[in-house]
Each structure stands twice: as C-alpha cells, then as structure tokens.
C-alpha cells in the first residue's frame, strides 16, 4: 500500500510539477499566434520525455549513480568538462527565466514592476532550499502546483473544436511567418525535454533511495505522469488559441497571456492565471536551482543532499547559493522575462545532445546496466527526437535573432 | 591463496567517486601516478582527489588556473597510496577521516562562514 500511495504521489508531482515559465510562455505564445498548428510539438517533446524519464530512474535504480557522476566516469573528465559546462550555463539561463516567470506573477497581482521582486523571489527559493527537505520540495510545490489544472478545466469550459485540435497533432507548415514557427516548435520541444527534468528525476531516485522493486512504479511514474502534465501544457495553446487568437492577441509578453482565463473563469481567470504561473516558477526554481547544485557537486564528487543540513553539504549549498544569486542578478539587469523564457527554451533544445547522447551511450552500457540496457525503441525515439530539435534549433534561432533585428 | 586481480585503471578507478571511512564523499580519482624504478615492474605511487589535476587533463593552463583557484581557499591535492584503498567497487573507499584532508578545505572554508 505504501508504494502504490508512492506512485500516485509520483504520479500527482508529475502533473502538478510538469507546467513551468518555458511551458507557458512557448504554448501561450503558439496557441495565440498559430491555434492548434504547434499541439504536434508537445505530444513529440512528450513521447521523448516520458522515454528520457523511464530511463533516468531505470539508470540510477540498476546502476547505482547518478547520470552526471556515471557521465564523468565513462567519458573522463576532459570529454565531459565542456558539454557539462555547456549545460549549466543553460541551466543558469532557463533558472533566470522561472524566477522572471514568478517575478511577472506579483507584477501582474501588485503593479510593481517585476525587477522589484526579483531580490525577494531569489530569497524566497533560497530559503526554501536552505530550511526544507527533499520532500517538501519536490511534493509541496507539485501539490500547489494542480492549480495548473485550471487550463484542462478550461478548455471544457470554453467547449473547443475537437476535430480542428486533433489535426493539430499532424505536422504542418503555415503559410506565413515560418522561421518563427520553427523557433516556436524548438522552444516548445525544449521547454518539454529540459535535462535539468531528468538530471533531478535521477538525483531523486538515489536521493529517496529507490532499489529495484521501484522498475515498474517507474515505469508508471514516468508515462502516467508526463502524459497528464503534457495534457496541461496542451490544454495552454488550446485555451490561447480559443481566446486570444481570435481578438489577434499575440502573446509577447506574459501581461497578455494573463487575459486568456477570463472568457472561461471571468474576473477570477485573472488571478487563477497569476497564481498557476507563480506556483508552477516557483517550483521549477526551486527544482532547477537543486538540479544545477546535485549536478555540480556529482561531477566533482562532494557531498550533496537536500535532506541533509547546509552544514554538512557546504559545497552544495553554496552552489546552488549562487546560482540563485546569478539568475537574479540576470534579471536585475533588466531582460524581458518572456523573451528569456522563449530563448532560454530554444538554447536548451539546441545542446539537448550534449546531455542526452552521452546519457543514450550509459544507457547501452552493459557494465552500468547490466541486462537493463535499452532496447531500440527507446534508443530510437530518443536519437530521432533529439536530433530533431537540435537541427531546426540550429536553424530557427540565428532566423529569429536576424528577424527580430 | 587469492587469485591475482586485474584492474584497469583508467577504466575502472580513474573518476571514480572516493569515499572515506565514514562513508563520506570525498571527490573523484582525479589522477593516478605510477612510480617508474630501473628493472623493477611500474607500480601504483598514488591516487589523488585534486580539481587542479583533473583541469590539467584539459590542459596545462586550465591546470595552473585551477591551482591558483584553489590557493585561494587554502587547497591542496590529497594523495593516498593503493594501500588505504579499502574497497573498490563502482566507488572506492579510502580508510581516511575526511574532515582531516586537503580534499575537505573548500568545505571546512564555506563552513566557516555559515
């Protein structure tokens, strides 16, 4: 009974915890500017998500490490040093933009411009970390974040077009703006498949000592889970593309994409808007900032833990210290949040194969996995999404950095 | 009598986690020197937990950046000799107190201050 209970707990912090600022900001801003035409994007990234997933918690399960510390150790530390580097200055892009996400929150509720709360907001996810556990993290922000179940209720509320939303799972091309429809698929991709999702998935299972009676309830964690959270990240285009797309309001800026809720929730849509992006920021902050700390601290080898004391975890505490105070001081200097958001999301799309190759090469490896190495399916879902995203992102972002010029 | 055990090193101990007595995470093997002797076989000199070692694997200059890094906090590298070894797995443990190593400055550093 005990670990049924921990599998639908897995499976509730899977959904309350899948919506993040990268999720809303690419999915409001799709929805707005194309209807349903980029809803193909998140069931891809999904599909990948829920493979990458299994195998994060298959991997620490079988093998004992952690993917950062088992990366290092198969490829030595001149082949990881830089990829590595790579992914946590990403990292430390998409953590600026959940703080900017949550920041814009108490914009929209107070009127105080987003950069005042920037301070406050770092010091709120810092104390958070500094005090709570392992637990309080991961399950407190999920639970909270189920607020963001308010998109799915909406999208029954506004009663959309079934039929025009299930052509938008067939790839198309849209007769105008094509390079940042692109740029919006990548970003949409990235925003579903972020490593730091994986990495800490990984960390957890170690950290929550998982042995291997937990294959199968990761199996359930890892589909039920990111299907249902997908379900909430579509439900955003679709309640955007029902609302805003056709007053053709497109979403630059997440004061607008606030407006979205009202025609199904009224004057509360407002505020139930505000507090899911505030919640779902404020626990990706918080799971990123842990992400970056484990994955830093596994490289070098240190000791780290959210359950133990800062004390005994010095090195990591002041990692992940710093990168709250780094993400900060980004968005002290005053860049737009949504716009981060959206490159941040279409960066991390771009080095998706420095951290999911070398993961794929673990995977397959018979002295890490033993019998439980991959089959093809997973190889092949994996290689053919990844890559992917990697080649239009290389060739959707110099296109929106030239066309916004 | 035990049969004899072949160990590779870059594969199997190099960048390995290193544990101490107490179970403890110390840092990785970041470098392993060989002591070279006329007419004797190589053998193991030590093993070390050091960052700067690990970043001169990179380079040499990446190497001298990282040492004058790690002056700043008072940090050294921590050797061990194949002896202290007390288990090998896919981890290795060194039957050492931790708290008592240059591999342990940086935090002892950070601890200080919090």
Same mark, same amino acid.
């Given at each position: 009974?005990?670990?049924?209970?921990?599998?639908?707990?897995?499976?509730?912090?899977?959904?309350?915890?899948? @919506?993040?600022?990268?999720?809303?900001?690419?999915?409001?801003?799709?929805?707005?500017?194309?209807?349903?035409?980029?809803?193909?994007?998140?069931?891809?990234?999904?599909?990948?998500?829920?493979?990458?997933?299994?195998?994060?918690?298959?991997?620490?399960?079988?093998?004992? %490490?952690?993917?950062?510390?088992?990366?290092?150790?198969?490829?030595?530390?001149?082949?990881?040093?830089?990829?590595?580097?790579?992914?946590?200055?990403?990292?430390?892009?998409?953590?600026?933009?959940?703080?900017?996400?949550?920041?814009?929150?108490?914009?929209?509720?107070?009127?105080?411009?987003?950069?005042?709360?920037?301070?406050?907001?770092?010091?709120?996810?810092? @104390?958070?970390?500094?005090?709570?556990?392992?637990?309080?993290?991961?399950?407190?922000?999920?639970?909270?974040?189920?607020?963001?179940?308010?998109?799915?209720?909406?999208?029954?509320?506004?009663?959309?077009?079934?039929?025009?939303?299930?052509?938008?799972?067939?790839?198309?091309?849209?007769?105008?703006?094509?390079?940042?429809?692109?740029?919006?698929?990548?970003?949409?991709?990235?925003?579903?498949?972020?490593?730091?999702?994986?990495?800490?998935?990984?960390?957890?299972?170690?950290?929550?000592?998982?042995?291997?009676? /937990?294959?199968?309830?990761?199996?359930?964690?890892?589909?039920?889970?990111?299907?249902?959270?997908?379900?909430?990240?579509?439900?955003?285009?679709?309640?955007?593309?029902?609302?805003?797309?056709?007053?053709?309001?497109?979403?630059?800026? /997440?004061?607008?994409?606030?407006?979205?809720? @009202?025609?199904?929730?009224?004057?509360?849509?407002?505020?139930?808007?505000?507090?899911?992006?505030?919640?779902?920021?404020?626990?990706?902050?918080?799971?990123?900032?842990?992400?970056?700390?484990?994955?830093?601290?596994?490289?070098?080898?240190?000791?780290?833990?959210?359950?133990?004391?800062?004390?005994?975890?010095?090195?990591?505490?002041?990692?992940?210290?710093?990168?709250?105070?780094?993400?900060?001081?980004?968005?002290?200097?005053?860049?737009?949040?949504?716009?981060?958001?959206?490159?941040?999301?279409?960066?991390?799309?771009?080095?998706?194969?420095?951290?999911?190759?070398?993961?794929?090469?673990?995977?397959?490896?018979?002295?890490?996995?033993?019998? %439980?190495?991959?089959?093809?399916? $997973?190889?092949?879902?994996?290689?053919?999404?990844?890559?992917?995203?990697?080649?239009?992102?290389?060739?959707?972002?110099?296109?929106?950095?030239?066309? $916004?010029? | 009598?035990?049969?004899?055990?072949?160990?590779? @090193?870059?594969?199997?101990?190099?960048?390995?986690?290193?544990?101490?007595?107490?179970?403890?995470?110390?840092?990785?093997?970041?470098?392993?020197?060989?002591?070279?002797?006329?007419?004797?076989?190589?053998?193991?000199?030590?093993?070390?937990?050091?960052?700067?070692?690990?970043?001169?694997?990179?380079?040499?200059?990446?190497?001298?950046?990282?040492?004058?890094?790690?002056?700043?906090?008072?940090?050294?590298?921590?050797?061990?000799?194949?002896?202290?070894?007390?288990?090998?797995?896919?981890?290795?443990?060194?039957?050492?107190?931790?708290?008592?190593?240059?591999?342990?400055?940086?935090?002892?550093?950070?601890?200080?201050?919090?």
């Amino acid at each position: 009974v005990k670990k049924i209970l921990g599998v639908a707990l897995g499976i509730v912090t899977s959904i309350g915890g899948f @919506l993040d600022a990268g999720s809303i900001a690419t999915s409001a801003q799709a929805g707005s500017s194309y209807g349903y035409s980029l809803l193909w994007a998140v069931l891809v990234g999904t599909v990948c998500v829920i493979f990458l997933v299994e195998m994060s918690g298959r991997f620490s399960i079988v093998s004992g %490490h952690t993917i950062t510390d088992a990366v290092r150790k198969r490829f030595g530390f001149a082949a990881f040093i830089v990829p590595f580097g790579a992914s946590l200055l990403v990292n430390l892009l998409v953590l600026a933009s959940e703080l900017g996400g949550a920041c814009v929150a108490l914009q929209l509720l107070t009127g105080i411009r987003f950069q005042v709360w920037a301070i406050p907001v770092a010091a709120a996810v810092w @104390l958070l970390l500094w005090l709570g556990t392992f637990d309080v993290v991961e399950d407190g922000t999920a639970l909270l974040g189920l607020v963001t179940l308010c998109f799915v209720v909406a999208v029954f509320l506004l009663g959309a077009e079934w039929r025009e939303i299930g052509r938008g799972f067939v790839p198309s091309l849209p007769a105008h703006e094509q390079p940042h429809y692109l740029f919006l698929a990548v970003s949409i991709i990235g925003a579903t498949i972020a490593p730091y999702l994986f990495l800490f998935y990984s960390s957890g299972a170690i950290e929550d000592k998982w042995d291997m009676s /937990y294959l199968v309830p990761n199996r359930f964690i890892a589909l039920l889970g990111m299907s249902f959270g997908s379900l909430i990240a579509m439900s955003v285009i679709v309640v955007a593309a029902v609302t805003l797309q056709p007053h053709g309001v497109r979403v630059e800026q /997440y004061e607008q994409a606030a407006l979205m809720l @009202l025609p199904a929730f009224g004057s509360w849509g407002f505020y139930l808007f505000v507090a899911a992006l505030g919640v779902a920021c404020l626990g990706a902050a918080l799971e990123l900032s842990l992400a970056t700390a484990y994955s830093l601290a596994q490289a070098f080898g240190w000791q780290w833990g959210e359950n133990l004391e800062p004390r005994k975890a010095a090195r990591f505490a002041a990692t992940y210290t710093l990168c709250i105070a780094a993400a900060a001081l980004i968005l002290l200097a005053g860049v737009e949040p949504m716009k981060l958001t959206l490159f941040s999301m279409a960066l991390t799309a771009m080095v998706l194969p420095l951290s999911v190759v070398p993961f794929l090469v673990l995977m397959n490896d018979r002295q890490f996995m033993g019998e %439980h190495v991959n089959g093809r399916l $997973s190889n092949a879902v994996v290689v053919f999404t990844v890559a992917l995203a990697a080649l239009i992102a290389l060739v959707a972002i110099p296109l929106e950095i030239l066309g $916004s010029q | 009598m035990s049969v004899p055990r072949t160990v590779p @090193l870059v594969r199997d101990v190099l960048d390995v986690q290193v544990f101490d007595r107490e179970k403890r995470p110390m840092g990785k093997v970041d470098g392993i020197a060989l002591e070279l002797a006329d007419g004797a076989a190589p053998r193991v000199a030590y093993l070390e937990v050091d960052a700067a070692s690990a970043w001169r694997r990179l380079g040499e200059r990446f190497g001298h950046w990282a040492r004058r890094a790690q002056a700043l906090w008072g940090g050294a590298p921590f050797r061990f000799r194949w002896s202290q070894v007390r288990e090998l797995s896919v981890h290795l443990e060194v039957d050492v107190d931790a708290e008592e190593t240059a591999a342990f400055a940086l935090e002892r550093r950070i601890r200080e201050k919090l």
